[in-house]
Structures are given as structure tokens and as C-alpha cells.
């Protein structure tokens, strides 16, 4: 069975940095590319950043590009989401997902992290 | 940048009732691009459709997806209670991934 479990959010004030991590288990983690996708309050699905199964390839959301870094460690089934000049609008429920048998969609999510930027 | 345009934006609908929901493009999307997901109140979406008509692993048959180029569909044969949710569309173009709205059934 796929599982995604996120951890690391929080609160953290304007301007500030926090990473994201994404335990992934229950499939062959290198096969797939894996991404994160937030949702802030009452809002709805926002793709963020995906990474490609080496890592050697990473894509950002205009709104995130410059800010955050999307990695993986595919010796420990990790992916790291790192972000800085954290913003009020950042606020959000952040999903962890695996990339189906193309990474043009997601088939399996994490049930998400909560990150607060507020001062 | 492709954006997706969801209709309608809510649907009242009974338990036994079809439900029928619109996915439209503002460019030509290739259809094993587009997906269709289903997300309950306090839960993380969960993939319903991809490629536009294919089911994912353990969606019931009631699910089904069609359509092509700019306009897509997303129909519920006899909605079922557990269906009351609010539903996206998904499509990868160029490096970017975008959602639509989303549409939400309820009950009526």
C-alpha cells in the first residue's frame, strides 16, 4: 500500500524559511516522480513543485520559482520541499503526491501538512 | 499557460441522480493529459480519472470521463451518498500542472 506522510509544517512568520519533508513507502520510490501540491484555506488545488525520478529535473509554480526547492533522496524514499521568504499567501495545506504511470497526473497523496505564515 | 475552467461551479443533485460536469480549456489539452480527481471535506483528493477516460485503481464503474481537445467531462452515473464532494479537473502542459476550481455536489 502507497503511503506519503508529511511532516514539518508550522508556523512561521513573513520573510521566515521552514522545509517540508514527504516519508514515502509501499512502492518503488525511483520509478516515480513525486510532487507537492498545496491548498490554503476554503481555496482550491494549486500544483507547487515536481521532481523527476533522478532528481536531475525539478519544476516550480510561477508563484513559488525563485523561493523553493524541491529535492529527493532516494536512498531514504524522502522528498524535501524548502522554502524561504515565506509569504501570508503561503498559507496552506501542503500535499505530498506520487506521479502516476506518467508524471502528467497524480495518483496517490499524502493527507498533507499545515504551514501558517503569519507574524 | 493553460487555465481550466470548471461548470458548474456547485451542483444539487439527490442520491439515484446523474451528475454531469464540465472541464473546459482555454488551449487545446492532449486527453492522456487530463485527470479528474474527488476530494471530501478534511480529506486529500483522491484520483477518480486520467488520460480523460481512464478509471484509477478501485473507482467504480459509476465513475466516467470523456471528452477531448478543450471541453471535458466528468459523469456520475446514479450519484451514491459517498459522492457528495467536490471534484477537479488536472492538466500538465509544457512543465506546468494546473487545476481547475472545482465543482462541488451536493445534496439537494
Known amino acids: 500500500e502507497v503511503q506519503l506522510v508529511e511532516s514539518g509544517g508550522g508556523l512561521v512568520q513573513p520573510g521566515g524559511s521552514l522545509r517540508l519533508s514527504c516519508a514515502a513507502s509501499?512502492?518503488?520510490?525511483?520509478?516515480?516522480?513525486m510532487s507537492w501540491v498545496r491548498q490554503a484555506p476554503g481555496q482550491g488545488l494549486e500544483w507547487v513543485s515536481l521532481i523527476d525520478t533522478t532528481g536531475g529535473n525539478t519544476y516550480y509554480a510561477d508563484s513559488v520559482k525563485g523561493r523553493f526547492t524541491l529535492s529527493r533522496d532516494n536512498s531514504k524514499n524522502m522528498v524535501y520541499l524548502q522554502m524561504m521568504s515565506l509569504r501570508a499567501d503561503d498559507t496552506a495545506v501542503y500535499y505530498c503526491?506520487?506521479?502516476?504511470?506518467?508524471?502528467?497526473?497524480?495518483?496517490?497523496w499524502g493527507q498533507g501538512t499545515l504551514l501558517t505564515v503569519s507574524s | 499557460e493553460i487555465v481550466l475552467t470548471e461548470s458548474p461551479g456547485t451542483l444539487s443533485l439527490s442520491p439515484g441522480e446523474r451528475a454531469t460536469l464540465s472541464c473546459r480549456a482555454s488551449?487545446?489539452?492532449?486527453?492522456?493529459?487530463l485527470a479528474w480527481y474527488q476530494q471530501k471535506p478534511g480529506q486529500a483528493p483522491r484520483l477518480l480519472i486520467y488520460?480523460?477516460?481512464r478509471r484509477a485503481t478501485g473507482i467504480p464503474d459509476r465513475f466516467s470521463g470523456s471528452g477531448s481537445g478543450t471541453d471535458f467531462t466528468l459523469t456520475i452515473s446514479s450519484l451514491e451518498p459517498e459522492d457528495f464532494a467536490v471534484y477537479y479537473c488536472q492538466q500538465s502542459d509544457s512543465s506546468s500542472w494546473t487545476f481547475g476550481p472545482g465543482t462541488r455536489v451536493e445534496i439537494k
Open positions: 503526491a506520487k506521479g502516476g504511470s506518467s508524471w502528467f497526473y497524480f495518483d496517490s
Open positions: 488551449q487545446s489539452v492532449s486527453s492522456n493529459l
Open positions: 509501499g512502492f518503488t520510490f525511483t520509478s516515480y516522480s
Open positions: 488520460g480523460a477516460s
